[in-house]
C-alpha cells in the first residue's frame, strides 16, 4: 500500500468555478477525513466518514463544499462557486476503528494535500 | 471547547535538544498526538501520548504530559538539520472521533 493518495496535488481556479478533490485512503482504513490548512494555521477539521456514511460535518462545510464517499473506499470533495477565501491545502487523512464510538488512539495518515489556489 | 496552542517558532543549533510546548483546553482529552510536517508534504505522525501517562519515550522523543496543567510538551534529543519541519500537536476531542490541532511550531535547525 502506498498510503494516502490526493489527486491534484496542485489546482489553479478562477473565483466562481467549481472544483473536485480526490482522496484514496488507505485501502484497510475505513475512516476518511478531509481538513483544510491555511498559511501559518494548523489543520482545521471539515469532516469525516465511517466507511460510506457522513458522521460529522464542520461549521467551516459551508453549503458550497459537498464531501462524498460513495462505496466507502476513495472520496470528493467538492468546492462551489469557489471563493478566494478558499484558498487553503486540503488534506485528506484515514484511519482503522471499529466502531463509531471506539475509544483507543485514533492513529491518522495524512496524504500530501490537494493546494487550491482562487484567483 | 476545542483550543491547542502552541508558540510559532523554535531555532536551535545541530546537537543541542529541542523542546516544542503545547497546551490544550478539553479537559475530556484522552489521547495528545506530535505530528511533523515538512515543506510541501502532508502530517507524518511522530508519536501520541494517553493522558493517564506523565511520559513516553521513543528513541530521541521525549513526551511529557501535565494533565492538571494541560501542558503538552515534545523533547528532541540531539537535533540534527533534518529534524527542521513544523511540528502541530493535537488532542482528540468529541469522543474520540476528530483531532484537534494546534497552529504549530516551526523548528529551524542550524548547524
Known amino acids: 500500500d502506498t498510503g494516502v493518495s490526493q489527486d491534484p496535488r496542485h489546482k489553479i481556479t478562477k473565483r466562481g468555478q467549481n472544483v473536485t478533490f480526490r482522496c484514496d485512503p488507505i485501502s484497510e482504513h475505513n475512516r476518511l477525513y478531509w481538513y483544510r490548512q491555511t498559511l501559518g494555521q494548523g489543520p482545521e477539521f471539515l469532516t469525516y466518514?465511517?466507511?460510506?456514511?457522513?458522521?460529522?460535518k464542520s461549521r467551516l462545510l459551508s453549503d458550497r463544499f459537498s464531501a462524498e464517499r460513495p462505496k466507502g473506499s476513495f472520496s470528493t470533495l467538492e468546492i462551489q462557486r469557489t471563493e478566494q477565501g478558499d484558498s487553503a491545502m486540503y488534506l485528506c487523512?484515514?484511519?482503522?476503528?471499529?466502531?463509531?464510538?471506539?475509544?483507543?488512539?485514533?492513529?491518522?495518515?495524512f496524504g500530501a494535500g490537494s493546494r487550491l489556489t482562487v484567483l | 471547547g476545542e483550543d491547542v496552542e502552541q508558540s510559532l517558532f523554535l531555532s536551535v543549533r545541530e546537537g543541542d535538544s529541542s523542546v516544542i510546548n503545547c497546551t490544550y483546553t478539553d479537559s475530556s482529552s484522552t489521547y495528545l498526538y506530535w505530528y511533523k510536517q515538512e515543506p510541501g508534504a502532508g502530517l507524518q505522525l511522530l508519536t501520541y501520548i494517553f493522558s493517564n501517562m506523565d511520559m513516553k519515550q521513543d528513541q530521541r522523543l521525549t513526551v511529557l504530559l501535565n494533565k492538571k496543567d494541560k501542558h503538552l510538551s515534545l523533547r528532541i534529543a540531539d537535533t540534527q538539520t533534518g529534524d527542521s519541519a513544523i511540528y502541530f500537536c493535537?488532542?482528540?476531542?468529541?469522543?474520540?472521533?476528530?483531532?484537534?490541532f494546534g497552529t504549530g511550531t516551526r523548528l529551524l535547525v542550524s548547524p
Open positions: 487523512a484515514s484511519s482503522l476503528r471499529f466502531l463509531a464510538g471506539a475509544r483507543g488512539a485514533n492513529v491518522l495518515t
Open positions: 466518514f465511517q466507511n460510506e456514511a457522513q458522521l460529522e
Open positions: 493535537a488532542e482528540t476531542y468529541s469522543g474520540f472521533q476528530k483531532l484537534v
